[in-house]
Every structure is written in structure tokens, then in C-alpha cells.
């Protein structure tokens, strides 16, 4: 089936809170223009008829931010109206990344009768949480979307959660696993810290080092493959990826294999970007209301993107990883390796012998 994800920043880099690590707080500041303000009709309209032309089956619209729901209800549920009247047979599914905070009833409806597949940031238990999720009075937010997911949780809402691996939290896999596990919180996303991109140390105190990623992950990974050899499946997307690939299956997750994709990231002024962590002028591919997304596509700045060369570790020379790694995603490698060591190298040594008998196992079911 022929489909298209568009990543849509209806609220640019707004946001209501202030997380001590906020990566796209530092990807902004690195442009000419912060924050680009809310989407507007005129765009959104644009980017739905862009959508719409297309010879595909299937389109995802994901939302995020900043905090996509800063843009408020009513602009999500223009979009949706509009989807719906313009819509000529194609399926349509929605996702949005959420601190959740802002959640109430009329959101929870929204997400309930059109199907939303919600991401939840949530740093873990409490004490890692509200030291690194603060609102903008400075206060910790882990009990407002505690009583959210709970909400979510009895309308019967499809939702992960993503936790910020930091440095901090990487010191304490028992403790994160167990609160998932206590919580039954199933589905996971863990997602390495950055360091900022021009070095800020108020913020790169909190970057995850290849040393940490490997110390976590052999622990976390143990931890989880106990729980699962017991009956006890927990979806995490790092594994969930691995595992397959002992079968040969390619993993979803961008860069996994070391290639870069046009991912169309849409900022509420309407210009697109080909990837989150690149959502800087250099990078800007045209715009929504005056470019085809064939053109958007085939950009000058797009086909840079894709060809620019990455810097790999020694360790990839002789590394036994290499064909299911050649260096892993561009920006996020900074975490798992740096010129010498590769803590994810370090974590496929260790974790190889357990991966492969359960992609065994799979095989047999
Ligand atoms: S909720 Fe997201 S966008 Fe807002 S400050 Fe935190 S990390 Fe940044
Ligand atoms: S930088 Fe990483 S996430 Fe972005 S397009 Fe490249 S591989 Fe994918
Ligand atoms: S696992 Fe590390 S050393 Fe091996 S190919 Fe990937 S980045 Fe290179």
C-alpha cells in the first residue's frame, strides 16, 4: 500500500512547558526565526490539498511541536473537518506527541472518536520526571498526566510513552523498569537526550554519552527479557526494531540503517524540513502554500540533506554489526558512539545470544 506521514507543527516551538533538556527549544534557537507561530487556515488547508493530490492510499498526519496542543482543539478540529470533506476514499490516521498536561474531556473525545495514536512524555517516576518536566511556573507536572493517562487509559485510547533517556535517568534502569511494569505502562519509547547543537552547558549536563546508553541498555535489556521469558511482553521500540532484524525483517525506525529519509516536516509557517532534528534554515525545503511536495521532494536543500556524509567511529571498521548499523541515524549517533567506543556495539555484544533465541522463538510461533 502507497502511503505518506507528514510530521505538522501546528504550534511551532510553543509550548506551555519548560523541560530542562528541551531539544526543540535548542533546534530553534539555531534559526532566524524561533517560533513561527500557530498554523493558520490558509496553510492548513494547503498542506491537507497537497496531501490529497497524491497517488497514495494512505495518509498519516502526525502532530507535535513544541506542544501541538497549544494550537487549541478547535484547530484540530478544522483540520479534521476539512480532512473529512475533501477526503475521496484515502485512509487517514492521526498521531500527536504530547506532554500531555493540557488534556481534558473534550480532548480525550477527540482522540477517542478519531482514533489517535497518542504519545505521552513522561520521564519516568516521579523524582526523574518533575526534576527534568517543569511547567512554566517551575512546578513538576508527573500527577497532572498521571490522572491524564488514566483518563486515556479508561476510554479505551491508543498510547505510548516516550521517556527522554538522560544521563541522570540512565543511572537508573531497575528503578525506571519497575515503575513502567508497576504502572502498567506497555508500550515504550526511550529517546536519547542530545547534547545541543552548538554546546550549551546548562542543557548538555543532561545529553546521554555512549557510556551511559550501553550501562542502561544491558541492565534494561535484562530486566525486560526476564519479564518476557516469563510471559510478561513490554513493547519497547528499540527492541522491537533489533529483534526482527536477527530475521532479516528491516526495522521501521528511521536510521536504523544508517540511511537518512525525507521525513516532510511541516512548521507552522508552512516550510518544510526533511527530518525533526534538522528543522533549521539551512535545511528548509519550500513551503506548503506555494510548493508541490514533488518539488518540496526534489529540493536543492533535500537532496543535500540526504547525501551529506556522517562522521563514524573506529570501532565500525571491524564492527560484526555493521550490516544491520552502518552508523545508525545521523543525529542520534552522537549518544550511542563517539571516535573511539560505541556503546551500542558494546549493547549488541551483550544482548545478541538473548535477541536471537527470541527471534527464534518467533519464528516458531
Ligand atoms: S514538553 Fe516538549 S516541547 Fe515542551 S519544553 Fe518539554 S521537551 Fe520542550
Ligand atoms: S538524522 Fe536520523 S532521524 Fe533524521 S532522517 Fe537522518 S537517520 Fe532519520
Ligand atoms: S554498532 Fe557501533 S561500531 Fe558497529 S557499525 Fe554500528 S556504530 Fe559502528
Redesign the pocket.
Known sequence: MKQISLLIKPASSLCNMRCAYCFYEDVSANRECASMGIMDRQTTRALIDRTMCLDVNQINYCFQGGEPTVAGIDYFKDFIDYVDRVNTGKKITYAIQTNATLLDDAWIELFSKHDFLVGVSLDGFLENHNRLRKDAAGKGTFKIIMSHIKKMKKAGIHFNILTVLSHQLSKKPEQLFEFYQKNDLNYIQLIPCLPTLEGNARMDQYALTPHDFADFYCTFFDLWYQAYMKGHYMSVTLFDNLIPMYLNVLPSQ??MLG???M?LVVEANGNVY??D??VLDDYCCGNINTDSLQEIMKHEAAKRFLKEKRVLCKACDDCPFYHMCYGN????SVCYYDAHYCGYKTFLTYSQEKMRRIAQMLTVK
Open positions: 528511521c536510521g540511511q537518512c529519509h521525513q526533511p527530518c532534528f534538522y541515524c545521523r543525529r542520534l
